[in-house]
């Protein structure tokens, strides 16, 4: 059985960053989408980054121009690299993989930024 495997959350100062990794544990095949989630205390799961194929990305407004998604599909891993960070940024943070019509969904890492 597949599983995402999310790491690299963890406690940031305001303006610092992080980078965020999810790699699945088997073999998915024909991996047309990758994209981080995020879900606030009280608040519905929202897109922040999505790359669909080799490099078509989308973007929430709040995550342009301060994320960045990237994929190593040799690796079967998509990475967020944030930085810039903002107290409004914490949250629990989840990668999504989509093939065909499955989408496999990791288990969460906690993002929070304090000072």
């Known amino acids: 059985q597949v599983q995402l495997v999310e790491s690299g959350g963890g406690l940031v100062q305001p303006g610092g960053s992080l980078r965020l990794s999810c790699a699945a544990s088997?073999?998915?095949?024909?991996?047309?989408?990758m994209g981080w989630y995020r879900q606030a205390p009280g608040k519905q799961r929202e897109l922040v980054a999505r790359?669909?194929?080799?490099?078509?990305?989308i973007y929430s407004d709040s995550a342009e121009g301060r994320f960045t998604i990237l994929r190593d599909n040799a690796k079967n891993t998509v990475y967020l690299q944030m930085n810039s960070l903002k107290p409004e940024d914490t949250a629990a943070y989840y990668c999504?993989?989509?093939?065909?019509?499955?989408?496999?969904w990791g288990q969460g890492t906690q993002v929070t930024v304090s000072s």
């Open positions: 088997g073999t998915i095949f024909s991996i047309n989408a």
């Open positions: 790359i669909i194929g080799e490099h078509t990305t």
């Open positions: 999504k993989f989509s093939a065909g019509r499955d989408d496999y």
